[in-house]
């Protein structure tokens, strides 16, 4: 596994652990839905709703990058995040980017519920 997956899967495990994996998803999913792209991840394991955000992101970036755009825009994970990604590998780095999505979702739920 890489260091991106572990991340991810951390932070899909703390929301689990906090009671707020549902709260997470909803977030994802709205967000997607934002962009036009229309998917349901409940019903998934933490490691199965990493992989399926994974998946999407493929799907965005070959084949709908102003989608992707209006994804990355609605979740407001950082442009200087990202450009770290693309300026390392010449590439968008999926992985990365799944962990970048998901730590962003995740701050956006703590900050809505007060939590820090």
Do not use: P, W
Request: contains cysteine; hydrophobic residues 45%.
């Amino acid at each position: 596994m890489s260091e991106a997956r572990d991340k991810s899967i951390a932070v899909v495990n703390k929301c689990a652990q906090h009671k707020m994996l549902d709260k997470l998803i909803t977030q994802i999913q709205k967000d997607l839905l934002r962009a036009g792209v229309v998917h349901n991840f409940f019903n998934l394991s933490e490691e199965n709703l990493f992989d399926a955000l994974k998946s999407i992101l493929n799907m965005l970036i070959t084949d709908k990058r102003d989608s992707l755009y209006a994804f990355l825009y609605a979740v407001d994970v950082s442009e200087a995040s990202i450009r770290a990604i693309v300026e390392h590998n010449a590439m968008i780095e999926v992985e990365q980017l799944t962990y970048l999505i998901l730590k962003r979702e995740y701050m956006k739920i703590v900050y809505r519920e007060g939590l820090l």
